[in-house]
Nanobody
Framework: QVQLVESGGGLVQAGGSLRLSCAASGRTFSSYNMGWFRQAPGKEREFVAVIRWTGVNTNYADSVKGRFTISRDNAKNTVSLQMNSLKSEDTAVYYC?????????????????WGQGTQVTVSS
């Protein structure tokens, strides 16, 4: 089992930066690919970024490429999302998720474990 808890969200002005963290519990953490998703009011949950369990391979949504960076520290059971050059469109609740899948999937339904989410608000 893997339990996930996000933190680091907050209010930031457009162009600013935030770093989200996801703390995982469970000794199986290192065997899971980890993803970040977000959901804005009135919208469906969308993919943001994913990182392979090795920490080597990553994939990003087109909307955040060049601005966001996902990373993980398996020794500390944490996954982070560094968000730079934030835009008002980035405002959403951000969730971290875990999946045992081999592929770096971008489909929410493919993820088995989810955190409670952390709010990110970007003022324009």
């Amino acid at each position: 089992q893997v339990q996930l808890v996000e933190s680091g969200g907050g209010l930031v002005q457009a162009g600013g930066s935030l770093r989200l963290s996801c703390a995982a519990s469970g000794r199986t953490f290192s065997s899971y690919n980890m993803g970040w998703f977000r959901q804005a009011p009135g919208k469906e949950r969308e993919f943001v970024a994913v990182i392979r369990w090795t920490g080597v391979n990553t994939n990003y949504a087109d909307s955040v490429k060049g601005r966001f960076t996902i990373s993980r520290d398996n020794a500390k059971n944490t996954v982070s999302l560094q968000m730079n050059s934030l835009k008002s469109e980035d405002t959403a609740v951000y969730y971290c998720a875990a999946t045992p899948g081999l592929v770096l999937t971008v489909t929410p339904s493919s993820y088995k474990y989810w955190g409670q989410g952390t709010q990110v608000t970007v003022s324009s």
